[in-house]
């Protein structure tokens, strides 16, 4: 993070900002959140999961990677804000990390699917949504297996719900489509800055004029 932007980001107590970031899979989501990251001090909200870790991944960072049992367990005793099946696996945000950082002025980053942030809409209205798409569908399919990470039937799997999510992305705040990805991040700083700008997030700045502080 740059000290420019921890100066701005620490100086004023204010509600945290919900910034839900959804894309197919292979549009280039995760490129563009790590950069969104490197720059500014936002929280990332670190879901639970049922899928097998990939490698590399780190349980706790990346993911709480728990068995069937448990995620049913803790949808069932209400520790979710939101939780879908995706790919034949499940995933849900953890309620309670989520409520203490908004509360403490933090903004927080959601890599989350179309049916997840339609229930965030819901219960976190103060959220914003960017949708990012990929150039093409044809290009997706490209960038899928390339990444070589995924099986045959774990690929069309995510090809058809690229489609399903894009035909539900109508009513996001922002769509950036990610064909060149110097540009995407241009544009997702710019929303996330643009964001950050409302009085519900600056709300002394008209004391601090007038009292001149
Ligand atoms: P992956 O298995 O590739 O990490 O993620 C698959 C999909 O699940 C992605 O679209 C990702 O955004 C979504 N996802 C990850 N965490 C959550 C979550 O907590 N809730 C929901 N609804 N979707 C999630």
């Given at each position: 993070m740059k000290d420019e932007h921890r100066e701005r980001f620490s100086r004023k107590k204010r509600a945290g900002l919900p910034l839900i970031v959804c894309a197919p899979s292979g549009a280039g989501k995760t490129t563009l959140i790590g950069r969104l990251r490197e720059e500014f001090p936002l929280q990332f909200s670190v879901s639970c999961t049922t899928r097998v870790p990939r490698a590399g991944e780190v349980d706790g960072r990346d993911y709480h990677f728990l068995s069937r049992e448990e995620f049913i367990a803790q949808r069932d005793s209400g520790l979710f804000a939101e939780w879908a099946e995706v790919?034949?696996?499940?995933?849900?945000t953890p309620l309670k990390p989520l409520r203490e950082r908004l509360a403490c002025g933090e903004d927080m980053l959601f890599d989350i699917d179309v049916?997840?942030?339609a229930q965030l809409a819901l219960t976190l209205p103060e959220s914003r949504f960017v949708f990012i798409f990929p150039p093409s569908l044809k290009e997706l399919e490209a960038r899928l297996r390339k990444r070589g990470a995924d099986s045959e039937e774990s690929i069309l799997l995510?090809?058809?719900?690229?489609?399903?999510?894009?035909?539900?992305?109508?009513?996001?705040?922002?769509?950036?489509?990610?064909?060149?990805l110097d540009k995407a991040y241009d544009e997702l700083r710019a929303f996330y800055l643009s964001s950050t700008l409302g009085p519900a997030l600056r709300p002394d700045v008209i004391h601090s004029i007038l009292n001149g502080v």
């Open positions: 790919h034949g696996n499940f995933y849900g049916q997840g942030a995510r090809l058809a719900n690229a489609r399903n999510e894009i035909r539900q992305s109508h009513w996001f705040d922002a769509w950036i489509i990610n064909d060149d």
